[in-house]
């Protein structure tokens, strides 16, 4: 027959033989330093708010509603972890469907039954639990591509490395599994399992390298932009263009100094130089009169012609160094830049991960 563990009396008579088992254990604690206890000893006034909710479970219980109940009994067994409640909350998710809650919840009734001599506790929970465990479904998580620091849930409960690729029962339903390692983007993904026995292998996909932005010294970032020409390759094309029209000038002037060195050869050397025995011919240059026009046509583009050669070679000169150096300066030159200071970017990006709760962190400055 069913013991009845809905009675307040039989809460009482738990604590009791707790104490019972513990005094033994407590004088022994004394000479070594420790103390080991089957339960946690209730905080003030914990036990009455336990009472009140362990009550409206039951009441909530008897009347079908399994899912209201399993929350009282929770809560109650939060306030004060008793024996007798966590036998409520097992039948309770057991009749809710949360078979692997509800036999992981009857082996623990086994051990603290058994460490507190209440054997018929222990036997009913060993029973309960026997009979549930052929109807547990499993999931065995592979990890396949396991990185430092690796960190697996399902549904808020951290997954050890011990448990990879072990057999874990789960309750049926949707199951939330998450994967977060430092630098990689987090992963999550809900899936679905069946109610009754059966093993679901799952495996934990590879995490992609998170996005890192290096972060910036001071309250500003600086951004230098290079388009076009700058301001040297402006310089160089225009120095290199003036050197191109005084040399193009220069070469002009010494064409007409070449025009006027052939006028002057083409003066007839006699007339010169019978003109100069004159002696109003004989100064230079020579009056401009036509007595003396001969030599003075002769002196006059000769003169022409020296100046004109001596203007064209420096323009040629001058224009082919300003042509070099504007060249030098032009390729040597940079592009364009474009400087423009954003206020106030000092920050990273950083992948974060909660049992909860997985992305991406902005921190820095803003």
Partial sequence: MRPDWHSSNMRITDRRAVLRALLPLATLAVGLGCLVCAERPAMAGDIAAAEVLFNDGQKLFDAGKIHEACEKFQESYTQDPAIGTMINLARCHEKEGKTASAWA????????????NQTQRQQYARDEAAKLEPTLHQLVLNI??????????????????ALWGEKIPVDPGDVVLKAAAPGKIAWSQTVHLAAGPGVDHFDIPKLEDAPVVAPKEGGQTVVITSTGFGTGKIVGLIVAGAGVVAAGVGGG??????????????VSATDVKAQLLIPACQTTPPPNTDQCAAAHSKDSHNTASTNDNKIAVGLMIGGGAMLIGGLVTFFVSGPAETTKKVEKTTFHVVPSWTPSQSGLSVVGTF
């Fill in 144 to 161: 396949k591509f396991p990185v430092e620091g690796l960190e697996i849930s399902r549904n808020a409960t951290t997954v050890g490395k």
């Fill in 253 to 266: 002037v010494l064409a007409l100094a070449f025009s006027e060195g052939a006028a002057r050869d083409k």
């Fill in 105 to 116: 919840e009857y082996k623990t009734v086994e051990t603290l039954a058994s460490r507190t």
